[in-house]
């Protein structure tokens, strides 16, 4: 059941918002709508995917093509899917969290619906919205998640179950880095630099202090939560289109990495993404996350995580999201103190008996049983899930703002001069958006989203991996090219302190980002070098350029 009021109660807030703030500007403070010419550049999502807010709540707005498809009230109501926590009862809108989780709601970690904040150092708290951060637990010796927790590991649970993880005995370490150059320009002018460094002890382990044991070594890292306004129009991009842009890389040779032969070789995909569990099988470019681990946007990341972070159970996910290994159900059936809480717990999942596996046997197979279940009920709707997806995929991306400053100007100038705009490809014209859906969910022709066929859109990114060889740097080192677009609204719509840039949010400003691209190394090294040797001028001019996409 939907709450109505609640979506009437937001309507008329963002009507009253609109009247507010949506007068006459020219594309430069914080009302950023459009005079009668403006550049193409400065619809950054295309005439249907751009919205005309600069404030706090930029990254909020529905695209035109919501609006046009009728899809507005879906669109508000996957909005509070959003924002709001999930709770551990059975009954209401927002039910199912758990038995584990990652956080209680999306917005924990996308704050103000941008992408994840930069952890303090100290613990890693996950509790408080704003930290976007997920734990990367991994061999180094093969690159693979370990087997012993879940992919996106969890750090909480529901009584009687425990947590996972324990957070309080992580540490954060904030370590500074000095480059080849000083972290000094040629005119003298300073920067610095900083790298996370995470340390997670076994005992931090629920399994390890049952008494399991760790196979081999690992590591931890950082990585922050992507942006998610924009992806539909990310994935409105042609698999045709994709493919000759990963083509040409690979023919032009530039980068001194070359391509990830994982995905892309001799012109033809090596690996693509595809679900055969839900849907056919059906092979898709891989297009979303850093590591390139999703296809379409209706099975990417958001799909996934309204159900993995919080182990809300839907139709097409009636299980719960752990460790492939089965490890925590393992040890969890055989804890004392979880087998003492499991009668009260089960009899409020089940309160109808309708599993007799949950309460048959002893009490540790009646355990297993229920953390292993493959017929759970569904927790959340069908009518929310397409709600959550239509806001999701409806997301506008901000307009540029400052389009008629001449340093503005000048640093877009610069910025394609010195070769950023390789593999921060600034435009992309999307397809016909077909929708296509791994999942076969929303394949019945009922269930309608938002499309955005034929736009001119400006992401900056090539939608390609690529290595930049940093200090502490990224699982496998290979990393999409993040869409720089809105990121120059980031502090002002999350809070943030800082500008929280690349994958663990290490660099604090735009000069940071870019000296980390600075490796010998890197794929970008070339541009790093012609970028030291601009003026100071110029470099600030490149850095007001980005902040204005």
Known sequence: MRHYYMAMALTAFCLTACSDEETTAQGGGDDNTPSSEMPDWYYAGGKLGTAFLATSNAYEQPAPAVEQAGLYQSFKYGEALFEKPFMANNSGVRKGLGPVYVR?????????????????????????????????????DDNAYVGWLAGMPQTHAVAPFKDPVDETKIRVEWKNHTDEWGNKFPDGETYELQYPEVTMPQEAVYVVRQGYTIPKDYVVKLESTI????????????????????????????????????????????????????????PYPRRFTYALSRGPLQDAAGANAIWNITNVTRSDRRYHYLDAAGTYAEYSAKDPEVQAGFEDYVARMDPEREHPSWWEGTMEERIKAYLLAKDL????????????????????????????????????????????????RPSWTTGADEIRDPAKFFTDGKRQLPRYPYQTIWPYTDMVQHKLHMMNDIRTGWCRTTPLWGRGLHQRCTGAATADRLHDCRARNVIEAIM??????????????????????????????????
């Open 227 to 282: 942006g998610i306004y924009g992806t539909g129009l990310l994935d409105a991009i042609s698999d045709e289109d994709l493919k000759a842009q990963y083509a040409k890389e690979e023919s032009d040779g530039y980068m001194p990495n070359g391509l990830n032969e994982a995905f892309f070789k001799n012109g033809e995909w090596v690996s693509q993404y595809s679900n055969s569990l839900q849907g056919d099988g059906t």
């Open 516 to 549: 980390w691209h600075g490796a010998e190394q890197s794929d970008a090294r070339r541009s790093v070098e012609k970028f030291r040797e601009l003026s100071k001028a110029d470099r600030d001019a490149v850095v007001k350029f980005i902040d204005a996409i």
């Open 104 to 140: 209680t709601s999306c917005e924990h970690c996308h704050p103000g619906y941008g992408h994840g904040q930069r952890v303090p150092a100290g613990s890693f708290r996950t509790n408080e919205i704003g930290n976007g951060c997920l734990l990367v637990v991994y061999t180094p």
């Open 377 to 424: 009920p569904a927790e959340m709707s069908d009518d929310d899930y397409v709600d959550l997806m239509v806001w999701h995929r409806g997301l506008a991306v901000p307009a540029v703002r400052n389009v008629d400053d001449t340093d503005v100007q000048k640093g877009k100038e610069l910025f394609a001069q010195i070769g950023c705009d390789y593999c921060h």
